[in-house]
């Protein structure tokens, strides 16, 4: 890891850096009670340039996550509602023909933010789910052959309702593939709850939080987090962890390159924000669960009730070196 000391021409530390982290932290466990593991999972999710996948039940947090992180990150924040009859054109932008020029013009869609709320993704057709695909991997879209960057940083944060809900499609695995994380928030604690039902609105409560980091910080921080040391024994025993996937035959098929390289990067965020000089197999274990959980299909479905037992059995089946 890079000494912490100034090392930008903004004149910002690391260590001051790591204390803006803690300072979002703190924000968002203000606005999200009780639930800091997940907080901690979601900004590590976007130091590791991935993208986010919240599933649950409706009413638990989703929606309100995903605005606090917007909020708290001082980026440009967009909320596309999924729905059954959505077309791509309604995510990526439609060309318009405007009759004083006598041309098309391309008229750019909700997708055009720094974060995008993909609300209820699944319940669009895997035809708009696609739509997606193109800007989460190459931060771009293309439309009638021409091709759009995206504003930098961009953050897809998406949520999704269980399966056996009413109206719902299966993501597909390539879709699955393109976030880096998934996680769910459960219900809050008795007393949690209570404060709840007690204090302000989570809606009025958000209008008030300040931004911790701005857009600036947060590109150096995705800088800084792959100089995070990975020692030899550590990407043993990352490689231990695919290997394992892939060989055992509770899984349909393992763990792709892709997914390896995004755990090796959110286990670097976790060490970052740790203020680890290296990556530790705590960090590795930290992240795992909401890495690997929504990439490997289980033969017998029945044998995991959700992807966080299936992170937390690959973890059990693999010594640390």
Not at 73 to 89: E, H, K, N, V, W
Request: some cysteine.
């Amino acid at each position: 890891m890079s000494a912490l000391a100034d090392t930008s021409s903004t004149g910002t530390s690391e260590v001051a850096l790591r204390a803006l982290i803690e300072s979002a932290v703190a924000g968002l466990n203000e606005i999200i009670l009780g639930k800091e593991g997940q907080v901690r999972l979601g900004l590590a999710c976007l130091l590791a340039r991935g993208h986010l996948l919240i599933e649950d039940i409706p009413g638990v947090g989703k929606t309100t996550l995903a605005h606090a992180l917007a909020r708290t990150l001082g980026l440009s924040y967009q909320r596309i509602q999924f729905t059954s009859d959505m077309l791509p054109a309604d995510i990526i932008g439609v060309s318009v023909f405007e009759a004083d020029t006598g041309q098309f013009r391309f008229h750019r869609g909700p997708v055009f933010a720094q974060l995008v709320l993909a609300d209820e993704v699944n319940r669009a057709t895997p035809k708009a789910q696609s739509a997606l695909l193109e800007a989460m991997e190459e931060h771009q879209v293309t439309a009638d052959g021409q091709t759009y960057p995206l504003t930098e940083p961009f953050f897809v944060i998406a949520t999704q309702n269980p399966v056996y809900q009413v109206g719902t499609f299966p993501l597909p695995e390539s879709q699955l593939d393109r976030f880096l994380m998934r996680i769910e928030l459960g219900y809050p604690a008795a007393d949690l709850e209570r404060q709840l039902l007690l204090g302000r609105d989570r809606r009025d409560l958000l209008a008030s939080l300040p931004a911790a980091l701005t857009p600036q910080q947060l590109l150096r921080l995705q800088v800084e987090v792959p100089k995070v040391h990975a020692s030899d024994p550590l990407l043993d025993y990352v490689q231990a962890i695919a290997r394992y996937s892939r060989q055992a035959q509770e899984f349909e098929a393992g763990l792709s390159p892709r997914a390896v390289i995004s755990l090796l990067r959110a286990a670097q965020a976790w060490a970052f924000m740790a203020g680890h000089e290296g990556v530790l197999p705590e960090d590795v274990q930290a992240v795992l669960p909401a890495v690997v959980g929504h990439r490997l299909a289980p033969r017998d479905t029945a044998r995991f009730r959700n992807s966080g037992e299936i992170g937390l059995y690959v973890l059990g089946a693999v010594a640390v070196p």
